[in-house]
T-cell receptor, first 119, second 118 residues
Framework: SAVISQKPSRDICQRGTSLTIQCQVD?????MFWYRQQPGQSLTLIAT?????????ESGFVIDKFPISRPNLTFSTLTVSNMSPEDSSIYLC????????????????FGQGTRLTVV | AQSVTQLDSHVSVSEGTPVLLRCNYS??????LFWYVQHPNKGLQLLLK??????LVKGINGFEAEFKKSETSFHLTKPSAHMSDAAEYFC????????????????FGQGTILTVHP
């Protein structure tokens, strides 16, 4: 399993500002994932964060709006830039630890999420 | 490509009666399938997972799900609902490559809100 610490847990921000969300994992993982859950909606993958390379963004998400850092195998940040009320969502970090040699069909683990409100 | 369809956005049952939450999937390769639960203002919790072993999967809190390849379904059931089961449930498919490797990239269904009446 994996324990994920995500912070802040919640924040209220002014439009036009930026917020950086941190995700810390208690073990080394190859890939980290960032999801968004808009109010009343399901989770949508924003991007995959790989250590040592640029993040891979899903359709509809761009690096200028959601820059991601992945400085090592246990840590990542997601920044929500130039925020507007439409960015009000829960942002979640996720990992799926892969144990070499055992068939890597493991479940994903999630942080508690960051509840962002933009006013 | 893969996708997940949860057939009911809301399900309402009485306490002590059976629960059925329906899920259909599509996947290019042999999928890994999961059910997660999200209680209000809480994080996501894994209920159960299917990863190509037994087709009937038992999870926590008395839930189980059956993988039916011919029907591309992975419905979640529980014989007797409890008040504490009220939550939102997500059916999830993992992106696997042709070799069956999954690195945790997930596609979520739209979610089913389960309400349990006394």
């Amino acid at each position: 399993s994996a324990v994920i610490s995500q912070k802040p847990s919640r924040d209220i921000c002014q439009r036009g500002t930026s917020l950086t969300i941190q995700c810390q994992v208690d073990s080394q993982v190859t890939m980290m994932f960032w999801y968004r859950q808009q109010p009343g909606q399901s989770l949508t993958l924003i991007a995959t964060a790989n250590q040592g390379s640029e993040a891979t963004y899903e359709s509809g998400f761009v690096i200028d709006k959601f820059p991601i850092s992945r400085p090592n195998l246990t840590f990542s940040t997601l920044t929500v830039s130039n925020m507007s009320p439409e960015d009000s969502s829960i942002y979640l970090c996720s990992v799926a630890p892969v144990r070499l040699g055992t068939g890597p069909r493991t479940e994903a683990f999630f942080g508690q999420g960051t509840r962002l409100t933009v006013v | 490509a893969q996708s997940v369809t949860q057939l009911d956005s809301h399900v309402s049952v009485s306490e002590g009666t059976p629960v059925l939450l329906r899920c259909n999937y599509s996947s290019s390769y042999s999928p890994s399938l999961f059910w997660y639960v999200q209680h209000p203002n809480k994080g996501l919790q894994l209920l159960l997972k299917y990863t190509s072993a037994a087709t009937l999967v038992k999870g926590i809190n008395g839930f189980e799900a059956e993988f039916k390849k011919s029907e591309t379904s992975f419905h979640l059931t529980k014989p007797s609902a409890h008040m504490s089961d009220a939550a939102e449930y997500f059916c999830v498919v993992s992106v696997n490559n042709a070799g069956g490797t999954s690195y945790g990239k997930l596609t979520f269904g739209q979610g089913t809100i389960l309400t349990v009446h006394p």
